[in-house]
C-alpha cells in the first residue's frame, strides 16, 4: 500500500456509523466477565474462543454472537465493554460513533433495560469529555423475534429519548422481512426516534425497497445487494441514501468470498453515500482502520477514494450541518499537513 494512503487511513477523523458494541467483546474480556459473574462458556481459553469464530454465514455468528454477550450482566460490564472499544478506536483516529444496541438479548436474560443503557451512556459520555469522541445510540430491534416483543423495546426507549437516537433491526435477514416490523416503526418514527436498517445483507435488493418504503429509514445498514438492481442503486444514488457496508464482516460471514469481492468500490463508482466500517469487530477479526486498509488493498480505490470514504462517514451520520462541516474541515487540514510532510 502507498505510504500516503496508509497515513490517509491512520490518521484521518472518521466516524464509525455501523458497529454492535456487544460485537466487540474481546475474548480475554469474554473469559474474564464470565468468571467474575460466574457463567459457563464452553471455551477454556482466549485461543479456543478464537478457534470458534469460523462462519459459514450470518447465522452461525449470531449463534456465537448472543453466546459471548450472556457474560455481560451488570452496568460495570456495559461500561467496560463500551469503554475498552472507545480506547481502541481512538488510535484509529474515530473522533464520531453511531452505535447499536441489542437490548432484547439483554432483557431476554433478565438484564434490566436501565443497566445495559447506564453502561453504555457513562462510557459514551466519558469519551466525548476524555478522548473527545462523539456519539449516538441506535437501539436495534432484534428480527427473528416477534414485533410485540420490539414495542416492549420502545416503551423502555421512550424513557430515555435523551440517550436513544435511533432505532434499528438486525438480527436474522433471511425469512424476516423489514415489513414484519412496519408498525413499530412506524411507532418509533411518531416517537422521534430517528429509523435505519440491516438489508441486503444476505437479504435481496427486495428487502432494502421494503426498508425504504415501508419502515422510511434514513440509512441502510449494509445494502449490498441494492446493488443487484440497478432502479433501486440509482434511486439510494439520486437520495444520497447513506449505506453502512462492512468489508471484512461480509467475508467472514461469507457474504462474498474474497475481499476483492467487497461491493465498496461499485458503491462508489455508482455515485452512492457509501461508508466503511466494522460491525462486529472482535468476532470479524478487524476494527475500523483494518477495514478501510482491507478496502485500499483489496479494491482499485485510489487516494482521494479513500479521502472520501473518510468524508462520507461524517455526511452520512446524523451529525448537524454544522458539526459534519467541522469534521470536514478537520479532514481537509489533516490532508494538508500529511501533504507538507510527505
Ligand atoms: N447483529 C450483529 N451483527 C449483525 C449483522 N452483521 N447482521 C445482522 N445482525 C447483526
Ligand atoms: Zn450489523
Given at each position: 500500500m502507498p505510504d500516503l494512503t496508509q497515513s490517509l487511513i491512520d490518521n484521518l477523523p472518521k466516524a464509525e456509523l455501523h458497529l454492535h458494541i456487544e460485537g466487540t467483546l474481546e475474548p480475554q474480556m469474554m473469559l474474564d466477565m464470565a468468571k467474575r459473574n460466574g457463567v459457563e462458556l464452553p471455551y477454556a481459553?482466549?485461543?479456543?474462543?478464537?478457534?470458534?469464530?469460523?462462519?459459514?454465514?450470518?447465522?452461525?455468528?449470531?449463534?456465537?454472537?448472543?453466546l459471548g454477550m450472556s457474560v455481560l450482566q451488570?452496568?460495570?460490564?456495559?461500561?467496560?465493554?463500551?469503554?475498552?472499544?472507545?480506547?481502541?478506536?481512538h488510535a484509529d483516529r474515530l473522533t464520531h460513533v453511531e452505535m447499536f444496541f441489542d437490548p432484547q438479548a439483554h432483557t431476554d436474560r433478565g438484564i434490566a433495560f436501565e443497566t445495559v443503557l447506564g453502561g453504555i451512556t457513562s462510557a459514551l459520555e466519558d469519551a466525548r469529555k476524555e478522548l473527545g469522541i462523539?456519539?449516538?445510540?441506535?437501539?436495534?430491534?432484534?428480527?427473528?423475534?416477534?414485533?410485540?416483543?420490539?414495542?416492549?423495546?420502545?416503551?423502555?426507549?421512550?424513557?430515555?429519548?435523551?440517550?436513544?437516537?435511533?432505532?434499528?433491526?438486525?438480527?436474522?435477514?433471511?425469512?424476516?422481512?423489514?415489513?414484519?416490523?412496519?408498525?413499530?416503526?412506524?411507532?418509533?418514527?411518531?416517537?422521534?426516534?430517528?429509523?435505519?436498517?440491516?438489508?441486503g445483507e444476505e437479504g435481496t435488493a427486495e428487502n432494502v425497497r421494503e426498508a425504504l418504503d415501508v419502515l422510511k429509514i434514513?440509512?441502510?445498514?449494509?445494502?449490498?445487494?441494492?446493488?443487484?438492481?440497478?432502479?433501486?442503486?440509482?434511486?439510494?444514488?439520486?437520495?444520497?441514501?447513506?449505506?453502512?457496508?462492512?468489508?471484512?464482516?461480509?467475508?467472514?460471514?461469507?457474504?462474498?468470498?474474497?475481499?476483492?469481492?467487497?461491493?465498496?468500490?461499485?458503491?462508489?463508482?455508482?455515485?452512492?453515500?457509501?461508508?466503511?466500517?466494522?460491525?462486529?469487530?472482535?468476532?470479524?477479526?478487524?476494527?475500523?482502520?483494518?477495514?478501510?486498509?482491507?478496502?485500499?488493498?483489496?479494491?482499485?480505490?485510489?487516494?482521494?477514494?479513500?479521502?472520501q470514504l473518510a468524508k462520507n462517514s461524517f455526511a452520512g451520520s446524523?451529525?448537524?450541518?454544522a458539526e459534519k462541516q467541522g469534521q470536514l474541515d478537520r479532514i481537509d487540514k489533516q490532508i494538508d499537513s500529511l501533504r507538507k510532510s510527505q
Open positions: 481459553n482466549a485461543e479456543e474462543v478464537a478457534k470458534a469464530y469460523e462462519f459459514d454465514c450470518l447465522q452461525d455468528f449470531l449463534d456465537l454472537y448472543f451488570t452496568e460495570k460490564d456495559f461500561y467496560d465493554l463500551t469503554w475498552a472499544y472507545l480506547e481502541r478506536v462523539t456519539s449516538k445510540l441506535i437501539m436495534c430491534f432484534l428480527r427473528h423475534l416477534p414485533e410485540e416483543e420490539a414495542f416492549e423495546a420502545l416503551e423502555c426507549a421512550c424513557k430515555h429519548k435523551e440517550h436513544i437516537f435511533g432505532v434499528g433491526l438486525d438480527s436474522t435477514e433471511k425469512g424476516f422481512p423489514p415489513g414484519n416490523f412496519a408498525r413499530v416503526f412506524e411507532a418509533a418514527r411518531k416517537e422521534g426516534f430517528t429509523p435505519v436498517a440491516h438489508v434514513d440509512r441502510v445498514d449494509h445494502g449490498n445487494h441494492a446493488l443487484d438492481d440497478a432502479a433501486l442503486t440509482r434511486r439510494l444514488a439520486d437520495q444520497q441514501t447513506p449505506l453502512t457496508m462492512c468489508p471484512i464482516s461480509n467475508w467472514r460471514l461469507k457474504g462474498i468470498p474474497t475481499l476483492s469481492a467487497s461491493p465498496v468500490k461499485k458503491a462508489l463508482d455508482a455515485g452512492l453515500l457509501v461508508t466503511v466500517n466494522s460491525d462486529d469487530p472482535s468476532y470479524f477479526g478487524g476494527y475500523l482502520n483494518d477495514n478501510y486498509r482491507a478496502v485500499a488493498e483489496h479494491l482499485d480505490v485510489s487516494e482521494k477514494e479513500i479521502v446524523f451529525m448537524t450541518d
